[in-house]
Nanobody
Framework: QVQLVESGGGLVQPGGSLRLSCAASGSFFSMYMMCWYRQAPGKQRELVSCTSSSGSTNYADSVKGRFTVSRENAKNTVHLQMNSLRPEDTAVYYC?????????WGQGTQVTVSS
């Protein structure tokens, strides 16, 4: 069983930056694929970025070059550095841990990009 707690969301102006963090409880964190998703009002949840157990990363086209995912296995934590934020990045951001057939989700953190 893995429990995930996201933090770091908030209100930021367009062009600004935020750093989200997701802290995981449980064992074998380094073996999990860790992903960030987001869900805007009235829209489906969409994949933003993932980092695998080997450290490889991928990104949605809409955030490439602006967002960076990283993980600190010693601290059971994954981060999402978000730069050059746009109003369309406004959403609830969720962290997910995946391994084999198991998926675990955090409760989400709100990111609002507005002037």
């Amino acid at each position: 069983q893995v429990q995930l707690v996201e933090s770091g969301g908030g209100l930021v102006q367009p062009g600004g930056s935020l750093r989200l963090s997701c802290a995981a409880s449980g064992s074998f964190f380094s073996m999990y694929m860790m992903c960030w998703y987001r869900q805007a009002p009235g829209k489906q949840r969409e994949l933003v970025s993932c980092t695998s157990s080997s450290g490889s990363t991928n990104y949605a086209d809409s955030v490439k070059g602006r967002f960076t995912v990283s993980r600190e296995n010693a601290k059971n934590t994954v981060h999402l550095q978000m730069n050059s934020l746009r109003p369309e990045d406004t959403a609830v951001y969720y962290c997910k841990a995946a391994r084999a057939m198991n998926n675990y989700w955090g409760q989400g953190t709100q990111v609002t990009v507005s002037s």
